[in-house]
């Protein structure tokens, strides 16, 4: 199944990424458990959507490569500023909402190309 990517379908999965990684780092807060990482749990959660309704494998590969690098590199830039769960819900938030928007780019971007080679 070879579909680009709505934008409001993006902003509606950017959304519910935002909201996990808020309310699971809340609940990691409450039961004081610093060395637990709501981001595998996000992870999960996109590759299911992806191999539901969007396989497209180079959008994914970018995609992929651009959130863990934006979650490494603010997580160490907001963590000395800010408490761990916080620069955590951020970082990890903000990686989502990078990948997510580049995966529907150059996902629309494949449909477009593939619609004028046909």
């Known amino acids: 199944m070879k579909q680009y990517v709505s934008w409001s379908e993006a902003v ?4 519910a ?15 004081d458990e610093p060395q637990l990482s709501v981001a595998p749990l996000i992870g999960l959660g996109l ?5 539901e309704r ?3 494998w180079r959008a994914a590969a970018v995609a992929g490569f651009a959130g863990f690098v934006m979650l490494f590199v603010l997580v160490d830039i907001l963590r000395p500023s800010m408490s761990q769960y916080v620069a955590e819900a951020l970082a990890t938030g903000a990686a989502a909402t ?10 629309r971007a494949g449909g477009r190309l593939h619609d004028t080679a046909d």
């Open 12 to 15: 509606l999965v950017i959304a």
């Open 17 to 31: 990424c935002w909201v996990v990684s808020a309310l699971g780092y809340g609940v990691l807060a409450a039961l």
């Open 47 to 51: 590759a299911r959507w992806f191999f």
């Open 54 to 56: 969007h396989r497209c």
């Open 98 to 107: 990078l990948s997510l928007t580049i995966f529907t780019l150059v996902s």
